[in-house]
């Protein structure tokens, strides 16, 4: 029986542990999370097309893993999407789904991996949160998009119930920095009782 890497994602207390645990879940994370009923992709996804639905609009997906985001997107209907995720063996799997422009590696403790401006929208599917990227990235991907730029991202349940990664989306909002397109909450994976919030929000 093959390991499962699912709940030890929940439980990582670095960088460099969050690195590690990607790199050895590679091979097995598609079938793991498929098993779970994985969700959130294709919800992201319907969103940003509901509110997009321009084919050649580029989108950077954002820690995008195995890809599964970035197949979520060209399935509803974009085909320029570039895709970044600091995990080597997490990218093969990217390069795989052929429907990547462009893939690209980072160094996961970059304070400053992308280049502002550069798209106006950035995905972040199941990427911000508990055992995932920290709370600061939040700001990161807010402050490298442009005026009206839009990142599409989700909370899962751990995540919602952590102030550290709720804040920053309070924040943004608060002060009129970013204003909510859209936000519903859905299924995360069902067969683990996880919901997630999906939300777009437009920098201003």
Same mark, same amino acid.
């Given at each position: 029986?093959?390991?499962? %890497?699912?709940?030890?994602?929940? =439980?990582?207390?670095?960088?460099? !542990? ?16 498929? *098993? =779970?009923?994985?969700?959130? #992709? ?27 985001? @970035?197949?979520?997107?060209? !399935?509803?209907? %974009? ?5 970044? +995720?600091? /995990? #080597?063996?997490?990218?093969? @799997? ?35 949160? /508990? ?5 600061? /990235? ?14 599409? %991202?989700?909370? =899962? ?24 397109? %859209?936000? *519903?909450?859905? #299924? ?6 996880? =919901?997630? +919030? ?7």
């Amino acid at each position: 029986m093959s390991k499962k %890497f699912l709940d030890d994602a929940y =439980n990582l207390n670095s960088s460099q !542990e969050t690195q590690d645990l990607y790199q050895d879940w590679a091979a097995s994370y598609d079938d793991e999370v498929a *098993e =779970n009923g994985y969700a959130t #992709p294709r919800r992201v996804a319907a969103a940003l097309w509901a509110h997009l639905p321009e084919p050649q609009t580029p989108i950077l997906d954002y820690g995008c893993g195995t890809g599964l985001s @970035g197949l979520a997107l060209h !399935e509803t209907g %974009f085909r320029a999407l570039d895709g970044m +995720d600091p /995990t #080597p063996k997490m990218l093969e @799997g990217a390069q795989a789904k052929g429907v990547y422009r462009n893939l690209k590696g980072f160094d996961i403790d970059d304070p400053a991996p992308l280049q502002n401006g550069a798209y106006s929208v950035i995905a972040a599917i199941g990427v911000i949160g /508990t055992g995932a990227a920290p709370p600061e /990235t939040f700001d990161l991907l807010m402050k490298a998009l442009p005026k009206s730029g839009i990142l599409a %991202f989700s909370f =899962n349940d751990h995540t919602l119930d952590d102030p550290a990664f709720t804040s920053r989306l309070t924040d943004w909002v608060d002060t009129g920095a970013a204003r909510i397109l %859209f936000r *519903e909450s859905g #299924p995360h994976l069902p067969r683990q009782n996880l =919901n997630s +919030d999906v939300i777009l929000l437009e920098k201003a």
